[in-house]
Nanobody, 122 residues
Framework: VQLQASGGGLVQAGGSLRLSCAAS????????MAWFRQAPGKEREFVSH????????YYGESVKGRFTISRDNAKNTMYLQMNSLKPEDTAVYYC????????????????WGQGTQVTVSS
């Protein structure tokens, strides 16, 4: 499975961005996909997860109510709509895919995209 993340950029606090993650390869083996983020000097943090089949979604506490994860199975693409962005959302955002049911542990995701930078200015 190959993942290609895109959509990052610079935005002012309160603004919005939409990230995309295009998947290719052995998609049939994927049970779920997720977004993680990593700020300088910090550990990789779980942001959101979506089950590839049923579409159930999960969010980290820090983004609940502001971010929305979705997927388009026909396009093999996952999205992250980020609204009401805050400076503390600044990080490199990674998309990842797993062959197990919902997990927030990065090591349970064998497939990773290259990351896209999101910078929120105050």
């Amino acid at each position: 499975v190959q993942l290609q993340a895109s959509g990052g950029g610079l935005v002012q606090a309160g603004g919005s961005l939409r990230l995309s993650c295009a998947a290719s390869g052995s998609i049939f083996s994927v049970d779920g996909m997720a977004w993680f983020r990593q700020a300088p000097g910090k550990e990789r943090e779980f942001v959101s997860h979506i089950m590839w089949g049923g579409g159930s979604t999960y969010y980290g506490e820090s983004v609940k109510g502001r971010f929305t994860i979705s997927r388009d199975n026909a396009k093999n693409t996952m999205y992250l709509q980020m609204n009401s962005l805050k400076p503390e959302d600044t990080a490199v955002y990674y998309c990842a895919a797993t062959t197990v049911i919902f997990t927030t542990t990065p090591s349970h995701y064998p497939y990773w995209g290259q990351g896209t930078q999101v910078t929120v200015s105050s």
